[in-house]
């Protein structure tokens, strides 16, 4: 019997409150309004920004809402209107929503699109209401526009992509964030090109990305830092040539000092995949005078600012961000996925554990276990 057009009742994980461990419970999800989309989500992995806004740092986070932006699945039905996915559609959900319409879609000059961002950092879809109820009738709210840490959920239409049907869903939903971050962060963002040094500050899978991103523009150098020794194996897989951890340099020498002297004055470019602003600093302070890049990936908490010397940037070294890579997820998606079908782009490689998705919060331990990149959970 067709569910479309009726609410489904399903299982969701809840965050009632920062700090506390998610809920698994029975939720209804209401179905999809013009222009939105509802889907069946197959597989979804926790990011390291579902665990800082679950921490109550993130200054838009808000509860009891429904968290999670990993994700892929199946379109189970579709509202009035909605003309880019179809039912039995494989897809991924986009926190960055890309409608072709906007000021900043057809600027030309960036992947941020303002046709959502406002609803979606409330919490709520386009019309301001939300597709979630608890047993209690009680409202819970999306979350990137995404909330894919529910069997079913909703998102507007420029929020979804339709991917090849081929691929699967435990390692292309890893496309819905880290690996897209990092990797467009590298080719896109910063642009590298042959033979330029890099630096990347953070070993998980959004500096992995970063690297391998670098690695595929064959980078000259590509040193890793990470505060973990026990990452360097991996940052070497995925493309670093050195591995520095900051904690263990000699007495006296900083982090930037130790970069400059590696590379004859500093880098071509770095980026902060950690989210400290210390470390964001220091990226920037390592980039070489006259021309070094540094690109903040990270996302710091509520209250943190970052700082330097302003004479850091009148000589010339280049501050600037990447969200989601700086990827236009409706228009270039499906070239990542072929990317990774035609392993020039590692994706599997990510899946540190595999759980059933009533593990949820055994998969947000698994963040601190020192070697976990990506714990992808199934319905
Ligand atoms: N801008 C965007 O579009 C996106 C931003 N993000 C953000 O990017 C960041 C990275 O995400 P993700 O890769 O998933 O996170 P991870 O936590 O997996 O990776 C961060 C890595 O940085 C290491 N680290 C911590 N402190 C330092 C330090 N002082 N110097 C060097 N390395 C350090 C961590 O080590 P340890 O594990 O030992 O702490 C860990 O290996 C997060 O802030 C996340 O919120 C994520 C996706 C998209
Ligand atoms: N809510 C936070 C900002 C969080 C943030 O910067 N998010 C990244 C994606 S992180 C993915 O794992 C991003 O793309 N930001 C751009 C955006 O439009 O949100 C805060 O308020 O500080
Ligand atoms: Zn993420
Ligand atoms: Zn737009």
């Not at 840490?149 to 496309?175: H, M, R």
């Not at 900083?254 to 590696?262: C, G, N």
Request: proline share 4%; net charge neutral; hydrophobic share 35%.
């Amino acid at each position: 019997m067709s569910t479309a057009g009726k609410p489904i009742q399903c299982t969701a994980a809840v965050a009632y409150a920062a700090k506390q461990p998610l809920t698994i419970e029975t939720i209804t999800v209401g179905a999809p309004r013009a222009h939105e989309v509802r889907i069946k989500i197959l597989n979804t992995a926790i990011c390291h920004t579902d665990a800082y806004t679950l921490s109550g740092a993130d200054p838009e986070g808000a509860f009891p809402v429904v968290l999670g932006h990993e994700g892929a699945g199946i379109v189970e039905s579709v509202g009035p209107d909605v003309t880019n996915v179809k039912v039995g559609d494989h897809v991924i959900p986009l926190y960055t929503a890309e409608c072709g319409k906007c000021k900043f879609c057809l600027s030309g000059k960036t992947n941020l699109c303002g046709s959502v961002r406002d609803t979606q950092g409330r919490g709520v879809m386009p019309d301001g209401t939300s597709r979630f109820t608890n047993s209690k009738g009680e409202p819970l709210l999306h979350f990137m526009g995404c909330s894919t840490f529910s069997e079913y959920t909703v998102v507007a239409d420029v929020s979804v992509v339709a991917i090849d049907p081929t691929a699967p869903f435990e390692s292309v939903c890893l496309l819905g964030c880290g690996v897209t971050t990092g990797y467009g962060a590298a080719t896109k963002t910063a642009n590298v090109q042959k033979g330029d040094t890099v630096a990347v500050f953070g070993a998980g899978t959004v500096g992995l990305s970063v690297a391998q991103g670098a690695q595929r523009r064959e980078a000259s150098r590509i040193i890793i830092v990470d505060i973990n020794d026990n990452k360097e194996k991996v940052s070497r897989e995925f493309g670093a040539t050195d591995f520095v951890n900051p904690t263990k340099l000699p007495a006296g020498q900083t982090i930037v000092q130790k970069l400059i002297e590696m590379t004859d004055g500093g880098l071509d470019y770095t980026f902060d995949c950690t989210g400290n602003v210390n470390v964001m600093r220091d990226a920037l302070e390592a980039c070489h005078k006259g021309w070094g890049t540094s690109v903040i990936i990270g996302v710091a908490a509520a209250g943190k600012e970052i700082s330097t010397r302003p004479f850091q940037l009148v000589t010339g070294r280049v501050w600037k961000g990447s969200a989601f890579g700086g990827v236009k997820g409706r228009s270039e998606m499906g070239g990542l996925i072929k990317d990774y079908q035609n392993k020039k782009l590692k994706v599997d490689e990510f899946i540190t554990a595999r759980r059933p998705f009533a593990e949820i919060n055994d998969g947000f331990e698994d963040l601190h276990n020192g070697t976990c990149l990506r714990t992808v959970l199934k319905f």
